[in-house]
């Protein structure tokens, strides 16, 4: 064989086996490589996506419950006002009962009409739960008000107060809550509070403070109250509102999806009658902790009998939230523990 023969048959010949098998074991370590940065940027990926959920539901959480706190134990005209609760059984519910108007309850307390259990809509025990109630003036004044007829005449037609809805009136003397039992928003700016109508009702018509209403009974608008059946003079009107009453409470509870969410329960109005409804906020809510303080005092205390609510000044929301997937370096759901303090803005010096 010549020379060119020699150079043809060694330009032929392929790789050997061992050529061959380091070429596998390079390729090989280069798609570990490669597979490990895509699973690392997967699990941060992952990771990043969980924590900025979490974030988000925090965020929200905190949002509308904080609204709820500070408005609470609030009403249309000014802080502090003596009240009257005209309702039947105003104690027997906890959304007819303004006293305190705010009412804690620690992991081990059950709330009223809400119990423990690990159905849809009910309690995780050993979380707090706390009941919100105000008063938040929408700029509905009363121009006139008959006590004998007990009939509001408001400034406007387009006051959205319907018969059966929890409402209160106040002036500069004090404030009273009842339920409205006529009316026609859009149509008229009456509104009438006479005894009975929708459950709960009303246990008397007067609005006085005192209790006595005759000859007529107490006028909102009329400086001392007294208003001759022709109606308050024009020198003695003051201002005077009407709102609708407020009353929510926040707990964590079993969601359908078999989680734990935090939900807002709220007083629904439907054709007159009253009911309570749980809506869920944000899923994802493992505990919720919540200490108060208390005017005159310089640390916060867990919900007890021996809280004076009236004097609450402050609402301090610890919340532990958890994300979606086991994202979590130790192969967990991450969590995280945030907290939030609310000051109650009706009774901020």
Known sequence: MNQSSRLGAAR?????????????????????????????NRQVYASTESLGRLQ??????????????????????????????????????????????LTGYDGGTSSPGLGFGT???????????????????????????QPASADFKLNTNAHRINPGDLVMACDFDHAAIFQVTNSSPGTNPNVVHSTGGSTPGNSTKCLSMTGVCSPTG?????????????????????????????????????????????YQAVLQNSGGSLSVVNNEVVEGVRNMQLTYLVDGTSAYVDAGPGVDWSKV???????????????????????????HTVAIRNRTP
Request: net charge negative; charged share 20%.
């Open 12 to 40: 032929l010949r392929g790789l050997t086996l061992i050529e061959l098998m380091i070429s596998i074991v390079l390729g090989l370590l280069v798609l570990i490589v490669a597979m490990t940065v895509l699973l690392s």
């Open 56 to 101: 988000e539901n925090t965020h929200t959480a905190f949002e509308l419950m904080a609204r709820d706190v500070r408005e609470t134990a609030g009403n249309a005209c000014e802080s502090n006002l003596p009240l009257i609760n005209v309702l039947n059984a105003s104690t027997a519910n906890w959304w007819t009962d303004f006293t305190g108007g």
């Open 119 to 145: 159905t849809g809509d009910t309690r995780i025990a050993g979380t707090d739960a706390i009941d919100l109630k105000s008063a938040v003036n929408s700029g509905i004044t009363i121009v006139d008000h």
């Open 218 to 262: 107490y006028a909102f608008g009329c400086k001392g109250g007294e208003a001759p059946a022709s109606g308050c003079p024009a020198a003695d009107r003051w201002p005077a509102t009407i709102a609708k009453l407020s009353m929510t409470r926040w707990f964590v509870g079993n969601n359908p999806r078999g989680g734990q969410s935090l």
């Open 313 to 339: 000044v402050s609402v301090r929301i610890n919340m532990r939230v958890e994300g979606e997937g086991r994202v979590g370096t130790d192969g967990n759901a991450l969590q995280r523990d945030l907290i």
